[in-house]
């Protein structure tokens, strides 16, 4: 974080903050790290603030938050580490990311907890809120030392990448976690249905000659989650949900008043399973992309709000991770530098609301992780993304931030541009923004 957070004047731009409501042409003043005003263009005289960054033309929102990312630290610091995950992270707009916990070892005692925090104290771009495992190693035998973590500062609960197969050892987990007032994120597949399946169960996976993995399998495990919600009232919040069916659970819940909560991942909203056709294994993903049908009602569904949340799902693999057969490589693709561009094509086609997209990259997850950030309110940190939302640009090698390069979307052409980040004040991402220097005032 190069520049000491001083006093600072973002003139000029679109500021939009769902949180309070706001959508007007104006100037953000930022005073020692904190939102000092929010104002129509020309009230605050800019000879209060020490920098005036040119904002016109660009939209001034809240600092983006990612509550599912892989930082891979410790232990697979060949596929990312805290400094460059968070570089990404920053780069994307993202001012705090969530970190899951499948490192190794894994994240599920307190002292780990401590490390990554530490680790992230000292290396990370951004803030960092580590996500304690449900279950001792990934194993879905024992709990893990929820209460221990939490105190260290975890703000949720997930074996992600690891489906909870026991129930009764997830329904623990739930009673813990609403104890400790902190959600649980479910990676809900069932693996047992799931098998050796590679991509999604259809005409295309036999075309292929892929062993299919079917929709039934998410379904069965997000059906089971809500049960346990019920039964425990514990908040539960499904992780890169991806089928129309799940997300007919996911509105009955809801409607019954259960605290369920959903996010979907970029690419789940963007690619379809035909994408797998040339076999690619930066198409290969757990869960796997789905049909057509299925990504529609994926795409309605964020913008009436029933899944609240995008999230990238930010999974960084090193070569001898993804350049091997489809049916060896490792699930997952990079997210956090695409994030912004792919996810706002769907505000340009006029399916999602602008002010929706905003909400469901700022509070929706602060307000699922009980982070006092994803907004712009007066005496907050100053927390601050700026965006051209037209600017148009490719993304390509040349652009990775992150130490894995697997995405599917390298050549892309992007339209969106981060301009800007701020995390307490500090602009810790910078690009092609006109800045203005006016000394020490
Ligand atoms: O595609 C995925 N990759 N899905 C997960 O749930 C885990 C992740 C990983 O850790 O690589
Ligand atoms: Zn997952």
Not at 144 to 150: H, L, S, T
Not at 203 to 208: Q, V
Not at 328 to 351: E, F, K, W
């Amino acid at each position: 974080m190069a520049e000491h957070a001083s006093s600072v004047l973002i003139r000029g731009g679109r500021i939009i903050d769902p949180s309070q409501n706001k959508d007007f042409i104006g100037d953000l003043w930022l005073e020692d790290g904190k939102i000092a005003a929010l104002e129509r263009s020309g009230k605050i005289p800019s000879a209060r603030a020490k920098t005036v960054y040119d904002a016109k033309g660009c939209w001034v929102l809240p600092g983006l938050i990612d509550l599912h990312v892989h930082l891979r630290e410790p232990g697979l610091e060949y596929k990312e580490t805290i400094e460059t995950g968070t570089r990404a992270a920053t780069a994307g707009g993202f001012t705090s990311v969530a970190c899951m916990a499948n490192t190794m070892p894994v994240n599920d005692s307190p002292s780990i907890t401590a490390f990554i925090r530490e680790k992230a104290r000292t290396s990370a771009a951004c803030r960092v809120f580590p996500v304690g495992a449900v279950s001792k190693g990934l194993k879905g035998e024992e709990l893990a030392e929820i209460g221990g973590m939490v105190a260290e500062g975890a703000k949720a609960i997930s074996d992600d990448g690891m489906p909870v197969m026991n129930s009764y050892l997830m329904r623990k987990a739930m009673d813990y976690s609403k104890a400790f007032g902190v959600p649980i994120i479910s990676h809900a597949e069932d693996s047992n249905l799931v098998g050796q399946g590679v991509m999604n169960e259809s005409a295309l996976s036999a075309e292929l000659g892929l062993r299919g993995n079917p929709a039934a399998a998410e379904e069965i495990l997000v059906a089971r989650e809500i049960a346990l919600c019920r039964l425990t009232q514990a908040p539960v919040h499904i992780a890169h949900v991806s089928t129309a069916v799940a997300l007919e659970h996911i509105r009955r819940a809801k409607d019954a008043g259960l605290p369920v909560t959903a996010e979907a991942s970029p690419h789940h909203l963007i690619l379809t399973e035909e994408t797998v056709r040339d076999y690619h294994t930066n198409f290969k993903m757990a869960p796997p992309l789905r049909s057509e049908k299925d990504v529609r009602a994926l795409r309605e569904a964020v913008a009436e709000g029933l899944v609240e949340i995008i999230a990238t799902d930010h999974a960084p693999h090193g070569v001898t991770d993804k350049s091997v057969e489809f049916d060896q490589a490792a699930n997952g693709i990079i997210g956090l530098q695409t994030a912004v561009p792919l996810t706002l094509r769907l505000v340009h086609d006029h399916v999602v609301s602008l002010k929706r997209w905003i909400e469901a990259l700022t509070i929706a997850p602060a307000r699922l992780l009980n982070l006092p950030y994803g907004t712009l309110r007066k005496g907050r940190d100053a927390d601050v993304t700026i965006i051209n939302p037209s600017e148009n640009w490719i993304w390509d090698e040349s652009c990775v931030l992150s130490k894995s390069r697997n995405s599917p979307f390298l050549g892309w052409k992007m339209k969106g541009q981060i301009k800007a980040t701020f995390v307490s004040g500090r602009p810790v991402f910078l690009q092609g923004l006109k800045i203005t220097r006016l000394g020490d005032n």
